[in-house]
């Protein structure tokens, strides 16, 4: 049977997604889980493949990965329980005929999170000349491959005390979403205006803007037109969310707490 499951993981113990020798990749480690259940003993016969690679230090709420296997409801009963708490499935599908999750999807989701968002309202506004197909050129590594990409929905809004950049595209580019990130981040500060980031889109591409930092980025849906049977997660990963939750929050409070000594240094004894 071909499975597809959808998966979250965590990005920052990880260098990247895909598989690398001796280094520790989430492929790799979802790998080893089937081999170690039997699943499966070579992935390549398996036909293993995912919807596509994630930076070292982007985070993933929903990746999609597909395998044969003889023992499916073994895979679906026990993938959790062996795979390490910063990966979890969160549902899975007997994939149809002919497909593959990077090709079969019809588009993808990603959320860059900013910290200091500043001006939410002009980097939204900044965003919108992102829709349509453009040339990307200066906003990604694209290589030999063709630079137009077309991009569905982009918009920028608060959560919290976030801005969240969210934009959704048939495909992307390396880089192409951290690029973005980096020129909606100066927007928002007031370094830049919606009218820069057309005059990047229209012309021929003198440079490429600096990608932001990975952590921020979440590669958030992917849409392959099916649905998927949910699946509970493993008590191991609910405590690690836990866990990263309460940091989190334990460092947010440590930030607000230092911000006004860090604004104001103590100088009496200099």
């Given at each position: 049977?071909n499975?597809?499951?959808?998966?979250?993981?965590?990005?920052?113990?990880?260098?990247?997604?895909?598989?690398?020798?001796d280094?520790r990749?989430?492929e790799?480690?979802?790998?080893?889980?089937?081999r170690?259940?039997g699943l499966?003993?070579?992935?390549r016969?398996?036909?293993?493949?995912?919807?596509?690679?994630t930076?070292?230090?982007?985070?993933?709420r929903?990746?999609?990965c597909?395998?044969?296997?003889d023992?499916?409801?073994?895979?679906?009963e026990?993938?959790?329980?062996?795979?390490?708490?910063?990966?979890?499935?969160t549902g899975?599908?007997?994939?149809?005929?002919?497909?593959?999750?990077?090709?079969?999807a019809?588009?993808?989701?990603?959320?860059y999170y900013?910290?200091?968002?500043?001006?939410?309202?002009?980097?939204?506004?900044a965003?919108?000349?992102?829709l349509?197909?453009?040339?990307?050129s200066?906003?990604?590594?694209?290589?030999?491959r063709?630079?137009?990409?077309?991009?569905?929905a982009?918009?920028?809004?608060?959560?919290g005390r976030?801005?969240?950049?969210?934009?959704?595209?048939?495909?992307?580019?390396?880089?192409m979403?951290?690029?973005?990130?980096?020129?909606l981040?100066?927007?928002?500060r007031?370094?830049?205006?919606?009218?820069?980031?057309?005059?990047?889109?229209a012309?021929?591409?003198?440079?490429?803007?600096a990608?932001?930092?990975?952590?921020?980025l979440?590669?958030?849906?992917?849409?392959?037109?099916?649905s998927?049977?949910p699946?509970?997660i493993?008590p191991?990963?609910?405590?690690?969310?836990?866990?990263?939750h309460?940091?989190?929050?334990l460092?947010?409070?440590?930030?607000?707490?230092?911000?006004?000594?860090?604004?104001?240094?103590?100088?009496?004894?200099?």
């Amino acid at each position: 049977m071909n499975l597809a499951f959808r998966f979250s993981y965590f990005g920052d113990r990880f260098f990247g997604s895909q598989m690398q020798p001796d280094l520790r990749t989430v492929e790799g480690e979802f790998i080893a889980a089937c081999r170690h259940l039997g699943l499966f003993e070579d992935w390549r016969e398996a036909g293993f493949a995912t919807a596509g690679r994630t930076d070292r230090g982007v985070h993933a709420r929903c990746q999609v990965c597909s395998f044969r296997t003889d023992k499916p409801e073994l895979a679906i009963e026990a993938l959790n329980r062996v795979l390490p708490p910063d990966i979890w499935c969160t549902g899975w599908t007997e994939a149809p005929d002919g497909f593959h999750p990077r090709y079969s999807a019809v588009s993808r989701t990603y959320r860059y999170y900013f910290s200091a968002p500043g001006d939410v309202p002009a980097m939204h506004e900044a965003a919108q000349e992102f829709l349509g197909r453009h040339d990307f050129s200066a906003f990604a590594r694209a290589g030999d491959r063709n630079p137009e990409r077309r991009i569905l929905a982009s918009r920028v809004f608060r959560d919290g005390r976030f801005a969240v950049f969210e934009v959704t595209g048939e495909s992307f580019l390396w880089n192409m979403v951290r690029c973005m990130a980096t020129m909606l981040g100066e927007v928002g500060r007031g370094e830049a205006e919606a009218g820069d980031v057309a005059g990047l889109l229209a012309g021929p591409a003198e440079g490429r803007v600096a990608a932001a930092p990975p952590e921020g980025l979440i590669l958030w849906d992917i849409d392959h037109g099916i649905s998927f049977t949910p699946l509970p997660i493993d008590p191991k990963s609910s405590r690690h969310l836990s866990d990263r939750h309460r940091y989190h929050v334990l460092m947010a409070e440590v930030s607000a707490h230092l911000a006004p000594d860090i604004r104001q240094p103590d100088t009496s004894g200099i």
